[in-house]
């Protein structure tokens, strides 16, 4: 059983940043795997955000956040990050962290883990 624990939320004005990080509970290449970052607005379906495999190969972003948002890790600290440039008030959700998936899209939601989720609000 993986646990995934994410923090970094919070509240800002649009225009701002925040960082989003994933705690996994184990190694993040041992073995390899996609980590991705989801996120869900009230009234809204969950949307697959950003997916990075830990073993190399690059990453995948939604369309919405293409250029404003980074997602990263880090092995040492068994941690994913997502950076958030340019915040917009459509942007504001509880962002989940989700880890290993057994097959499909990247940013769809076959993963197995789940984290618990961090608030982030966007004020214009």
């Known amino acids: 059983q993986v646990q995934l624990v994410e923090s970094g939320g919070g509240s800002v004005q649009a225009g701002g940043s925040l960082r989003l990080s994933c705690a996994v509970s184990?190694?993040?290449?041992?073995?390899?795997?996609?980590v991705a970052w989801f996120r869900q607005a009230p009234g809204k379906e969950r949307e697959g955000v950003a997916a990075?495999?830990?073993?190399?190969?690059?990453?995948t972003y939604a369309d919405s956040v293409k250029g404003r948002f980074t997602i990263s890790q880090d092995n040492a600290k068994n941690t994913v990050y997502m950076q958030m440039n340019s915040l917009k008030s459509e942007d504001t959700a509880m962002y989940y962290c989700?880890?290993?998936?057994?097959?499909?899209?990247?940013?769809?939601?076959?993963?197995?883990?789940w984290g618990q989720g961090t608030q982030v609000t966007v004020s214009s």
């Open positions: 184990e190694p993040l290449n041992t073995p390899r795997k996609w």
């Open positions: 990075i495999y830990t073993g190399g190969g690059g990453a």
């Open positions: 989700a880890a290993d998936l057994p097959g499909g899209w990247s940013l769809g939601p076959n993963y197995r883990y």
